[in-house]
C-alpha cells in the first residue's frame, strides 16, 4: 500500500486527486492540505508518514520550492513530484537540487498519475516532455563542465549517469545497458561514493549546479 500525500491550494485539483486516490486499491490518502503552514500544525497527527508527496510551488506562505527540503527532512523515505504550472528552468533546477524526485507541469491527466507513481517508488524520475526537453538541453550546454566533473567514473558509470538522467528506472537502465539491475544498483553505490552524494536528485543537482 502506497501512501500518498498532497500539499496543494486548488480546490478542484486537490479534490481530483484525493477522489483518485481513494478510489485506487494500492493507494491511501495519508494527508491532503492547502498549504504548508497547515500540514506543520497537525503533521504529528497523521499517523504515518507519505511514501510519496504531491506539491504545488506557487503555495500561500512558505513555497513548495522551499518545502521540499523540509519534507525530505520529516519524512527521509519519501518521494516528491512537483506539480506546478511553472516549468522556468530557475523552478526547475531548484526543485531537483532541493530533493525533488519528479516535476509536472499542469495540466495533466489524472489517468497518468498510477503511472507517474510507479516509476518514481521504483526509484526512477518523472518528468513531464517540456521539462525533459529543458533538462536534456541544460545538460547539453554544460556538456564540458559534466564531462570534467565525472572524469573520475568508468565508462560504464558514465552510461549509467546518462541514462539516470534522462529519469530512467534501475530496470529500465539495465535493459538498455544490458546489464542486470543489481550491477545498475553497484554501479550507482559507486558513482555515489565518487561524487560525495547520498541519492539521485542530489547526483544529478550536483551536476546541473556543479
Aim: with cysteine.
Amino acid at each position: 500500500m502506497r501512501k500518498i500525500g498532497i500539499i496543494e491550494d486548488d480546490n478542484n485539483l486537490r479534490n481530483s486527486i484525493e477522489a483518485f486516490v481513494e478510489i485506487d486499491d494500492e493507494l491511501e490518502l495519508t494527508f491532503s492540505f492547502t498549504s504548508v503552514e497547515k500540514w506543520q500544525a497537525e503533521y504529528t497527527a497523521v499517523k504515518a508518514p507519505p511514501s510519496l508527496l504531491f506539491i504545488d510551488i506557487g503555495l500561500p506562505g512558505l513555497s513548495g520550492l522551499n518545502a521540499i527540503s523540509l519534507f525530505k527532512k520529516v519524512y527521509s523515505e519519501v518521494k516528491i513530484i512537483v506539480i506546478t504550472g511553472d516549468n522556468s528552468p530557475s523552478a526547475i533546477w531548484t526543485a531537483i537540487s532541493n530533493g525533488a524526485d519528479g516535476y509536472i507541469v499542469k495540466p495533466f491527466s489524472l489517468k497518468e498519475l498510477k503511472e507517474q507513481i510507479n516509476v518514481v517508488c521504483s526509484g526512477g524520475a518523472v518528468l513531464s516532455p517540456q521539462v525533459a526537453n529543458t533538462v536534456l538541453e541544460q545538460i547539453r550546454n554544460r556538456s564540458g563542465i559534466i564531462n570534467e566533473e565525472l572524469k573520475i567514473l568508468t565508462k560504464r558509470e558514465r552510461e549509467v549517469v546518462d541514462e539516470l538522467t534522462k529519469g530512467l528506472t534501475y530496470k529500465e537502465i539495465s535493459q538498455i545497458l544490458n546489464i542486470s539491475p543489481s550491477t545498475v544498483n553497484d554501479h550507482l553505490k559507486s558513482i555515489y561514493q565518487k561524487m560525495s552524494v547520498n541519492s539521485k536528485a542530489e547526483l544529478i543537482a550536483k551536476i546541473l549546479t556543479n
